[in-house]
């Protein structure tokens, strides 16, 4: 045994063979229970490296990603844009909107603030003060169901973003951040706000406190009651000499607060809204007032794969259903079971997908999904022949040992070598049963670039490893693989 296995098996107490011993089975033996579906495969010549239950279709949690990403880039192009309508009816005269401003929203899931900065100086620009009517949401580019699933619990709590609800109009990926500030001296409240602008919709209730040092501890909690009222409940500590810490939170009404958010950059700029949020869809005699030009897909994939972004990859899910018939959206038909067909039958006829897909959302935050490791790897060597769409697609994964979700992995020891040389999606999940995948593209120093899938998961109502045991059986495997392949 070699000092570097050696020195795992000290380290993690599992009985690690030499796995350069047996180069045909780069995998050390997990006693838990467990299910895998592996393959890797050269990309040059298709030949097949290594395989175990290839054809096996399991949960592969955020690995789901990547279909969402290949058959968005093959539906819309790399540089798509998806645009938003503001309009409005009544007249507009000397910068005051006589009527109600419409937003049609477009299914864009990537409005934030640097958006909306630059949407309120233009409206400055443009001489506009007030609206004397309502700000009216047109939502309906998707259907009404913003929360799946797997985004049930967090209709009335939550203390996280990752589970934000979905919808045809949303900003800062329906997610709001909560600051948390020192306040006067040791023994104070924190300052607690909404970042960057107070949101009316939503009401904070502050116990945090101003303690000495440099560290925070906060937490945040978001409650929605039936009545759609929204509150905060800040707690904890924050240094008197920290910085500044967000935390990020799952909206529970997210057209109306995130048309909230954009009020309140509007009044930033001098522009008043006299009436109130409220959702609604645009008549037909409505004029534009402006058009919103959403980042690039390029840019959307590559935060979609990188950060592995839930809300994301079901936006696209649905804009895939909305906008599947001959590029035009057809509102309303937004919705995961129209996108789920138009992805379905992406993988089936250019991905040549050989299991039987079971997919139920695009982010992977719904455990029943089903894709094997054949299913992938034939989908990442369809896009690697795909000039068009190849470049944009490798540069949205993470990169081993440098960013995204691969950041804290393949950068000690003689993984290290591997670090700059993959790119691969991560998937993740704990309940209800442990599932860890790996999936991408790694450079082979000899034999070039090589296109694997490893998807991990336990067994229900059994023992079952931890992500981290199958985290570590991965990286080896990988790097036994480049290792001894010759």
């Not at 049609?104 to 630059?118: A, F, H, V």
């Not at 023994?187 to 919709?201: K, T």
């Not at 954009?262 to 009044?267: D, S, T």
Request: hydrophobic fraction near 40%.
């Amino acid at each position: 045994m070699t000092k570097y296995c050696l020195l795992l098996t000290i380290l993690s107490g599992l009985l690690i063979p030499d796995l350069l011993a047996n180069p045909k089975n780069p995998f050390y033996q997990i006693r838990a229970a467990h299910q895998s579906s592996v393959l890797v495969k050269r990309l040059s010549d298709g030949k097949e490296i290594f395989a175990k239950n290839s054809d096996t279709a399991l949960s592969p949690a955020s690995v789901s990603k990547l279909v969402i990403a290949a058959a968005a880039l093959d539906h819309f192009s790399p540089t798509y844009q998806f645009e938003t309508n503001f309009l409005y009816d009544g007249s507009m005269r000397n910068g005051r909107i006589s009527g109600n401003l419409y937003i049609r929203g477009s299914g864009d899931p990537m409005i934030i603030n640097e958006k909306l900065w630059q949407l309120a100086a233009d409206f400055a620009h443009m001489g506009l003060k007030e609206i004397s009517g309502s700000l009216i949401i047109d939502a309906s580019i998707f259907d009404a169901e913003d929360l799946d699933r797997s985004r049930k619990s967090s209709k009335a709590f939550s203390r996280n973003a990752y589970n934000a609800p979905i919808s045809g109009f949303s900003v800062n990926f329906n997610t709001f951040p909560v600051a948390f500030a020192s306040g006067e001296g040791i023994g104070s409240p924190a300052r607690v706000s909404i970042d960057p602008y107070p949101v009316a919709g939503i009401q904070i209730t502050n116990t945090s406190k101003t303690t000495q040092g440099t560290r925070s501890r906060v937490q945040a909690v978001r409650t929605t009651k039936p009545s759609g009222n929204i509150s905060i409940t800040a707690s904890g500590q924050v240094g008197l000499n920290a910085p500044i810490r967000k935390v990020y939170r799952a909206m529970s009404n997210p057209a109306i607060i995130s048309g909230d958010v954009i009020r309140g950059f509007l009044k930033q700029h001098g522009i008043d809204i006299k009436g109130p949020t409220k959702l609604g869809k645009a008549p037909k005699n409505v004029k534009t007032l402006y058009t919103l030009k959403g980042f690039q897909l390029r840019r959307l994939i590559a935060g979609l794969n990188r950060y592995s972004n839930n809300h994301i990859a079901d936006s696209l899910l649905k804009a895939l259903g909305a906008y599947h018939r001959g590029g035009q959206s057809v509102r309303g038909q937004g919705s995961v079971q129209t996108g789920l067909a138009v992805v379905t039958k992406f993988l089936q006829t250019k991905g040549k997908s050989p299991s039987k897909v079971q997919l139920y959302n695009g982010s992977g935050l719904d455990p029943r999904n089903r894709l094997s490791a054949a299913d992938v790897v034939n989908l990442l060597e369809y896009m690697s022949k795909r000039a068009d769409l190849y470049p944009e697609f490798l540069a949205s994964l993470p990169a081993a040992g440098w960013d995204g979700t691969l950041k804290g992995r393949f950068n000690r020891g003689d993984l290290v070598q591997l670090k700059g040389h993959m790119r691969a999606k991560t998937g993740t999940l704990t309940q209800p049963i442990t599932v860890s995948s790996l999936a991408g593209y790694v450079h082979h120093p000899k034999h070039g670039m090589l296109a694997f899938a490893i998807i991990d998961n336990g067994v229900a109502r059994k023992s079952q490893p931890g992500v981290t045991e199958f985290r570590r059986r991965q990286d080896l495997a990988i790097r036994n693989i480049i290792k001894n392949f010759n």
